[in-house]
């Protein structure tokens, strides 16, 4: 079954300005994780965030957790046309072994 | 040198065919996982496999059969193929299971007429 959902499913921006994408879960969770996808190509990761840490940041990047609210952002600061991509959220099922995959967010950056 | 590769890369069949996708990983991990990524984008966990054991089997059709030769190897073998496995698939590899990153395939796309 689907653990992420985020939203929004579609983003459009001009170089220079900020996206952010935002992820929800049903269930409790180890970490969080954030990856994206170029067109055609295979899953890169991007970061992790443990469910004790609320915020975390690498580079452009930064992610938050609120785990009470079973919700997480991505935020990507200075967007370029290279940031152009689909975005996922994953989360691990109860601390499974399991990495279930949201939907993503297709975020679209105009040069 | 590509740390998870797969082939082919592009796989047009007939329906009714069995065909085979490999997968091969550099990284020394001791899991390995395969996804299927529909025409929506939505990423499902198929099989995983560590050291050569299976962890994770989803509901899946029993035409799909994963087999792990060594941890470095997964391979995914489908028979009688059906127009709604036309999917892109993806082979992962991670080290320590769901609590560390996955590294990715760049996916294999299968075509069934």
């Known amino acids: 079954s689907q653990q992420g959902e985020e939203d929004p499913q579609a983003l459009s921006i001009q170089e220079g300005e900020n996206a952010t994408m935002n992820c929800s879960y049903k269930t409790s969770i180890n970490n969080l994780q954030w990856y994206r996808q170029n067109s055609g190509r295979g899953l890169v990761h991007l970061i992790l965030i443990r469910s004790n840490e609320r915020e975390k940041h690498s580079g452009r990047l930064r992610v938050t957790l609120d785990t009470s609210k079973k919700s997480s952002s991505l935020l990507i600061t200075a967007s370029r046309a290279a940031d152009t991509a689909s975005y996922f959220c994953a989360t691990d099922v109860g601390g499974s072994e399991k990495l279930v995959f949201g939907k993503g967010t297709k975020l679209t950056v105009n040069p | 040198d590509t740390a998870v590769s797969q082939t082919p890369k592009y796989l047009v069949t007939q329906m009714g065919n069995d065909k085979s996708i490999k997968c091969e990983q550099n990284?020394?991990?001791?899991?390995m996982y395969w996804y299927k990524q529909d025409s929506k984008k939505f990423l499902k966990i198929m099989f995983s496999y560590n050291n050569k054991e299976l962890i994770i089997n989803e509901t899946v059709p029993n035409r799909f059969s994963p087999k792990s030769p060594d941890k470095a190897h997964l391979n995914l073998h489908i028979n009688s193929l059906e127009l709604g496995d036309s999917a892109v698939y993806f082979c992962?590899?991670?080290?320590?299971?769901?609590?560390?990153?996955?590294?990715f395939g760049e996916g294999s796309r299968l075509t069934v007429l």
């Open positions: 992962a590899s991670s080290q320590g299971g769901s609590t560390g990153e996955l590294f």
């Open positions: 990284l020394g991990h001791d899991t």
